[in-house]
């Protein structure tokens, strides 16, 4: 059976972002009869799942320090893990930052999975130093990687790797994310809330949302709730923009379990997300999924499957006068929006995460495959 070396720099089954769509893929070769390893910092309740062997690392519980002291523990922790197992590949779920020593040690066996490009925008998107600088550094180190050992879940940001990538760049291996299809179930609900489901950061740009629902507000009588779900750094500041702005029908309800979201989801009639930048989005593909009409901005990768007036629409980046004009054509014309609804669902149908995780499994067995004839040509 093949064994492969995850490196997570935080715990993959915390669902959460890249590390949800490690530990899909991860899960998915477990059932498959790989032997999968994860290297990663230590959680709350890791799952017991068949084929699957955590190698946890004791961490302080805060995001900076969780990193640093995985990035100094997690060297001999590697060296010891790669000797007892042997691994055919080391998989480095590699954003912000790469795990450099995988990269010296074993660079005929790495898998590079980069999920975002950020450039200079991280000054604007990440919420602390730490992160904006450790983001932009750790993206040059892109330089040193073949293209050929890189995963990416978007042509978009394949696009911005070639940038960075100086051998093979066009060699970059797409492998589109996907969601649990059969989890959520189609609700057109033209009478329900406007949701918005995100992490509380810069990037996710909630600020723009709240000003643009200010303008819709003051245009005419809202009738339905603003409902903003989910926490992060920015939450405290939010909350006092949105009474400074005397918003009467916004709520903030924080975190949202699995099952919350769902429930969130089918009962909204529209979904938005003013990203300034994703690697993909994937609460919006699962608000369509919902029967949800999807609002989001024309950043890449949620370009790369949101069609403006087709499954959905998209306005500028930082433009709350559009999203504002957005909302209220939409808001204003309900039952005008079954059509984008219905698209929309077709749309996350081709998303499903099964279809997702069997092409990565496809790819991984092809580079293990090339690896295995190089050695024999040696």
Same mark, same amino acid.
């Given at each position: 059976?093949?064994?492969?070396?995850?490196?997570?720099?935080?715990?993959?089954?915390?669902?959460?972002?890249?590390?949800?769509?490690?530990?899909? $893929?991860?899960?998915?070769?477990?059932?498959?009869?790989?032997?999968?390893?994860?290297?990663?910092?230590?959680?709350?309740?890791?799952?017991?799942?068949?084929?699957?062997?955590?190698?946890?690392? &004791?961490?302080?519980?805060?995001?900076?320090?969780?990193?640093?002291?995985?990035?100094?523990?997690?060297?001999?922790?590697?060296?010891?893990?790669?000797?007892?197992?042997?691994?055919?590949?080391?998989?480095?779920?590699?954003?912000?930052?790469?795990?450099? /020593?995988?990269?010296?040690?074993?660079?005929?066996?790495?898998?590079?999975? $980069?999920?975002?490009?950020?450039?200079?925008?991280?000054?604007?998107?990440?919420?602390?130093?730490?992160?904006?600088?450790?983001?932009?550094?750790?993206?040059?180190?892109?330089?040193?990687?073949?293209?050929?050992?890189?995963?990416?879940?978007?042509? =978009?940001?394949?696009?911005?790797?070639?940038?960075?990538?100086?051998?093979?760049?066009?060699?970059?291996?797409?492998?589109?994310?996907?969601?649990?299809?059969?989890?959520?179930?189609?609700?057109?609900?033209?009478?329900?809330?406007?949701? =918005?489901?995100?992490?509380?950061?810069?990037?996710?740009? $909630?600020?723009?949302?709240?000003?643009?629902?200010?303008?819709?507000?003051?245009?005419?009588?809202?009738?339905?709730?603003?409902?903003?779900?989910?926490?992060?750094?920015?939450?405290? /500041?939010?909350?006092?923009?949105?009474?400074?702005?005397?918003? &009467?029908?916004?709520?903030?309800?924080?975190?949202? &379990?699995?099952?919350?979201?769902?429930?969130?989801?089918?009962?909204?009639?529209?979904?938005?997300?003013?990203?300034?930048?994703?690697?993909?989005?994937?609460?919006?593909?699962?608000?369509?999924?919902?029967?949800? $009409?999807?609002?989001?901005?024309?950043?890449?990768?949620?370009?790369?499957?949101?069609?403006?007036?087709?499954?959905?629409?998209?306005?500028?980046?930082?433009?709350?006068?559009?999203?504002?004009?957005?909302?209220?054509?939409?808001?204003?014309?309900?039952?005008?929006?079954?059509?984008?609804?219905? =698209?929309?669902?077709?749309?996350?149908?081709? /998303?499903?995460?099964?279809?997702?995780?069997?092409?990565?499994?496809?790819?991984?067995?092809?580079?293990?495959?090339?690896?295995?004839?190089?050695?024999?040509?040696?």
């Amino acid at each position: 059976m093949p064994t492969i070396l995850f490196l997570s720099k935080a715990p993959p089954y915390r669902h959460t972002g890249a590390e949800q769509v490690v530990w899909n $893929v991860g899960t998915h070769l477990a059932a498959n009869g790989w032997n999968v390893h994860f290297l990663c910092p230590e959680g709350d309740d890791p799952p017991d799942v068949e084929n699957i062997t955590y190698h946890h690392l &004791s961490t302080p519980d805060s995001f900076f320090a969780e990193k640093a002291t995985f990035f100094l523990k997690g060297i001999p922790a590697y060296r010891r893990v790669r000797s007892a197992i042997q691994p055919d590949l080391v998989y480095d779920n590699a954003s912000p930052f790469p795990f450099l /020593y995988a990269y010296a040690a074993d660079s005929d066996r790495l898998i590079t999975k $980069v999920h975002a490009v950020y450039g200079l925008s991280a000054f604007q998107n990440k919420d602390h130093p730490i992160t904006q600088i450790g983001t932009i550094v750790g993206e040059q180190m892109y330089r040193l990687v073949d293209g050929s050992n890189i995963l990416t879940i978007s042509e =978009s940001t394949k696009e911005r790797l070639s940038g960075l990538v100086r051998k093979n760049a066009g060699e970059v291996t797409v492998v589109t994310n996907g969601i649990d299809t059969e989890r959520f179930e189609y609700a057109f609900s033209p009478d329900g809330p406007v949701l =918005s489901l995100c992490e509380l950061t810069p990037r996710k740009n $909630v600020e723009m949302l709240l000003r643009a629902w200010k303008i819709v507000e003051t245009r005419t009588v809202v009738e339905r709730e603003l409902i903003i779900a989910g926490d992060g750094p920015q939450r405290e /500041y939010l909350e006092g923009l949105a009474n400074e702005l005397t918003l &009467s029908t916004v709520s903030f309800v924080g975190y949202v &379990s699995e099952s919350e979201k769902h429930d969130l989801f089918e009962e909204a009639f529209c979904y938005v997300l003013p990203t300034r930048m994703e690697g993909f989005g994937l609460t919006n593909l699962e608000a369509m999924a919902s029967g949800c $009409v999807v609002v989001s901005t024309d950043v890449p990768g949620v370009r790369d499957y949101l069609i403006d007036g087709e499954n959905g629409y998209t306005v500028p980046s930082d433009d709350s006068q559009a999203l504002a004009e957005r909302l209220s054509s939409v808001l204003n014309a309900p039952e005008e929006q079954r059509r984008i609804a219905k =698209s929309g669902h077709q749309t996350a149908e081709r /998303y499903d995460i099964s279809d997702a995780a069997e092409a990565e499994r496809k790819v991984l067995t092809e580079k293990m495959a090339a690896r295995a004839g190089k050695q024999k040509r040696l």
